[in-house]
């Protein structure tokens, strides 16, 4: 995504629709994207399997 990162797209997708759940996937650990998350985001790190991408698929429409 030139000239945009994952949390400045968050920022923008948020002004549209601010109830709007995300699952942020990332080769980076939890820890380094912290301050990005918030209400109604999860983290899915790098490598994942389909059954780890199906489970926080679950719990983030669950919640």
């Known amino acids: 995504m030139p000239g945009l990162d994952g949390p400045g797209l968050v920022k923008k997708m948020r002004a549209d629709n601010?109830?709007?759940?995300?699952?942020?996937i990332s080769g980076y650990?939890?820890?380094?994207?912290?301050?990005?998350?918030?209400?109604?985001?999860?983290?899915?790190?790098?490598?994942?399997?389909l059954k780890q991408l199906a489970?926080?698929?679950k719990e983030a429409i669950q919640d």
Do not use: N
């Open 18 to 24: 601010p109830a709007l759940k995300i699952i942020f």
């Open 29 to 49: 650990t939890e820890e380094k994207l912290k301050d990005h998350m918030g209400d109604s985001i999860w983290f899915l790190q790098k490598p994942f399997t």
């Open 55 to 57: 489970e926080k698929v």
